[in-house]
């Protein structure tokens, strides 16, 4: 038989818990919408799925815990996904850097009459050294 909660508040152990994975949600979203620093690679990197995911969690999370949370909790949920919902759509506006300019392809000099002919279509590369 499925067990049934009985105190909606919870302990204020609970709370601590729930505020703590609140809070680490809303850091892995600011890590990929790159507001702050990826401590992996010291670096801040935008990678708006990875954020969408995250904010898309604490929705679900507000969701399924309506009703259940005490006003701390729920206060905080609120503010972390307001705040949240906001530098996403401020990311999701903003210019991305754009990609260098590519060079435009070299001609390619003709093959060396010493080169060896192959046949093989495996073969895509010859090394010859000059003297």
Do not use: C, W
């Not at 990826?38 to 990875?50: S, V």
């Amino acid at each position: 038989m499925a067990e049934v909660q009985q105190d909606t508040l919870g302990s204020s152990e609970d709370t601590l818990r729930f505020l703590d994975m609140v809070a680490l949600f809303g850091t892995q979203a600011m890590i990929a919408l790159g507001k702050l620093t990826n401590p992996a690679t010291g670096k801040a990197e935008k990678n708006m799925p990875a954020a969408r995911l995250f904010i898309d969690t604490l929705e679900m999370l507000e969701k399924k815990t309506k009703g259940n949370l005490n006003s701390d909790e729920t206060k905080v949920l609120h503010a972390t996904l307001t705040d949240l919902r906001l530098m996403y759509v401020e990311e999701a506006k903003s210019p991305t850097a754009s990609p260098p300019p590519q060079e435009s392809p070299k001609p390619q000099e003709p093959a060396k009459p010493d080169a060896p002919a192959s046949d093989d279509p495996k073969v895509k590369f010859h090394k010859t050294y000059e003297p």
